[in-house]
């Protein structure tokens, strides 16, 4: 998976300069790796709690 990324990453236009005609893409490409990064976590605590009781207990 890191391989194809990176292979993906180099492929795409990113800039930080939104004014860019090309800087959707590269957003879109951001907001695509953030949203399964957020999904691998929400998977890998099988929908628990984010923080446990006895975190919250004191």
């Known amino acids: ?10 492929s795409l236009p ?17 907001l ?3 949203a399964l990064a957020v999904w691998g976590f929400w998977a890998a605590r099988s929908g628990g709690p984010l923080v446990g009781a006895e975190a919250l207990d004191g």
């Open 32 to 34: 695509v790796v953030l």
């Open 1 to 10: 998976m890191p391989a194809c990324g990176h292979a993906v990453s180099g």
């Open 14 to 30: 990113l800039t930080l300069d939104l004014s860019a005609w090309y800087a959707g893409c590269g957003a879109f490409f951001v």
